[in-house]
Antibody, heavy 116, light 108 residues
Framework: QVQLEQSGAELKRPGASVKVSCKAS????????INWVRQATGQGLEWMGWMNPKSGETGYARNFQGRVTMTRDTSKTTAFMEVNSLRTTDTAVYFC?????????WGQGTLVTVSS | SYVLTQPPSVSVAPGQTARITCEGNNVGSKSVHWYQQRPGQAPVLIVY???NRLSGIPDRFSGSNSGNTATLIISRVEDGDEADYYC???????????FGGGTKVTVL
């Protein structure tokens, strides 16, 4: 079955960077886009961007352009999402999700806490 | 940028019908997808392309989309339907995924 397994929780200082991983299994990794979505506590879903694992092409939400980088390692069927210059307002659960259009499969989420 | 607007909350008695709207400019020309999210869990896709239920989703859940409003209808509401619901589209103009703000469904 399709699974997206994300890396564990992170605690970061303001100004630091964080890199979250999303390991895919149960399907051909390069056949589906990987999206990243975050959710602050008590808030809604916020889309961050997408990546085509086959080509490496990316598209970022305007709010994150210049601060987020999405990459992949096809040999390890793993997608990565890095956020730079972290702020306390970046504290959230970060999800990876497979698809373009509808997002059928989701990772379990990674809590990133930004605090001094 | 494209905006989807949902009511923050909907309250419904067990056995009654809940209607969750998702308003956007000419949203009827786009494919709308609906997610259910329970506390502490990842969202789950329940309806895709306006009205198609995922396998295993009860037929109490149905979707429609026309004009400026898409709607998720939950018939014969049960306690287990209490959750947050999000609509979502792919905006081809901006090449962005857009989520509605979410609707919390409370079963009275």
């Amino acid at each position: 079955q399709v699974q997206l397994e994300q890396s564990g929780a992170e605690l970061k200082r303001p100004g630091a960077s964080v890199k979250v991983s999303c390991k895919a299994s149960g399907y051909t990794f390069t056949d589906y886009d990987i999206n990243w979505v975050r959710q602050a506590t008590g808030q809604g879903l916020e889309w961050m961007g997408w990546m085509n694992p086959k080509s490496g092409e990316t598209g970022y939400a305007r709010n994150f352009q210049g601060r987020v980088t999405m990459t992949r390692d096809t040999s390890k069927t793993t997608a990565f999402m890095e956020v730079n210059s972290l702020r306390t307002t970046d504290t959230a659960v970060y999800f990876c999700a497979r698809g373009r259009g509808d997002l059928l499969s989701w990772g379990q989420g990674t809590l990133v806490t930004v605090s001094s | 940028s494209y905006v989807l607007t949902q009511p923050p909350s909907v309250s419904v008695a067990p056995g009654q019908t809940a209607r969750i709207t998702c308003e956007g400019n000419n949203v009827g020309s786009k494919s709308v997808h609906w997610y259910q999210q329970r506390p502490g869990q990842a969202p789950v896709l329940i309806v895709y392309n306006d009205a198609n239920r995922l396998s295993g989703i009860p037929d109490r859940f149905s979707g429609s989309n026309s004009g400026n409003t898409a709607t998720l209808i939950i018939s014969r509401v049960e306690d287990g339907d209490e959750a947050d619901y999000y609509c979502q589209v792919w905006d081809s103009n901006s090449e962005q995924v857009v989520f509605g703000g979410g609707t919390k469904v409370t079963v009275l």
